[in-house]
């Protein structure tokens, strides 16, 4: 069992503490400012203390670094230069862009770098405690750190998979694509079912998309269906008049998504080349009236 500092105790750092506490580790101190930070260590950390970073550092035989992808290298680098990083310490961090080189300081003074990133959103409460289980985690590391990598994401419940450090980058976008673009296109199309009238937008979509995902997942391109698939034209038209006249913030994100949909629906054989000009040229015309843009050449 380690003892582990953390440094950021913010959604994802104190959550993960509060996991390895439960999985027997001791957790010695944490780190965090804001109001917020030391409600959500009070919560999922009772007892633990909450220190400066670099007194955090000095306590642990392991620190977790969750600190927001652009203050990694600095907060490291910091830590060093105070003395706190010692040799054969293990430094973590939980950032999905990177891998081992942002911990160069670390490295430079002998102690041990690791990525380690859970592929899940968290809300920074109990409430993910339960939804580790299962949760695959993007891990770099050297050979001689494996070992105890894969223990302590078993000690989280969750999945090794193990991410070369020059691939963590599209490890990463495909992660946020996925995710945090989906979240935006949900709140456009609960936007649009709104102002059609619907008193429950979550709900008329739920069973949709429920199924939607599910498919995708599990059939890829093949789980494409809808008026774009069927080259229907005329649907897609009358679509973006609506959009266009009642939210035309979302024709760009609508035009977008729908010119990738016409190329795999192509790739596949499903969408013949004539009904796809069509389509991309009532797309390129929609987003024209609202950007002002020049029409692009129909997908070849």
């Known amino acids: 069992m380690a003892r582990i500092g953390v440094v950021g105790a913010g959604r994802v750092g104190a959550v993960l503490s509060a996991a390895l506490r439960a999985a027997g ?4 101190a944490a780190a965090g400012q804001s109001p917020a930070t030391l ?13 400066k970073p670099t007194d955090v550092a000095r306590a642990c035989d392991l620190l977790l670094l969750t600190v927001p992808d652009d203050m990694l290298e600095n907060v490291a680098t910091t830590l060093v230069g105070a003395g706190a990083i010692r040799e054969g310490q293990l430094v973590v961090h939980t950032s999905g862009r990177h891998g081992l080189a942002v911990l160069h300081a670390v490295t430079a003074v002998g102690a041990r770098p690791v990525a380690l990133h859970p592929a899940m959103t968290f809300t ?5 405690l339960d939804r580790l289980e299962g949760c695959v985690f993007g ?23 193990w991410v070369p450090e020059d691939k963590r980058t599209l490890y990463h976008a495909g992660l946020a694509h996925g995710a945090n673009h989906l979240v935006t296109l949900v709140s456009q199309a609960m936007d649009l079912l709104a102002a059609s009238g619907a008193e429950d937008p979550a709900a008329t979509l739920r069973p949709l998309l429920t199924a939607a995902l599910d498919n995708a997942l599990a059939s890829g391109d093949a789980a494409l269906t809808g008026p774009i698939v069927r080259g229907d034209v005329r649907t897609v038209r009358d679509h973006l008049v609506e959009i266009t006249r009642t939210a035309p913030a979302t024709v760009p994100s609508y035009v977008a998504m729908a010119r990738a949909t016409v190329e795999r629906a192509m790739r596949d054989g499903r969408l013949l080349p004539i009904r796809a000009h069509a389509v991309v040229r009532v797309l390129d015309a929609a987003l024209a009236r609202v950007e002002g843009t020049p029409q692009r050449q129909p997908v070849r």
């Open 139 to 161: 891990v770099t590391a050297g050979d001689a750190e494996r070992d105890v990598v894969e223990g302590l994401v078993a000690d989280l419940r969750g999945v090794a998979m």
């Open 124 to 128: 920074g409460t109990a409430v993910d």
């Open 39 to 51: 409600q959500r260590a009070a919560e999922l950390l009772p007892g633990v203390p909450v220190a």
């Open 25 to 28: 580790h001791e957790v010695v």
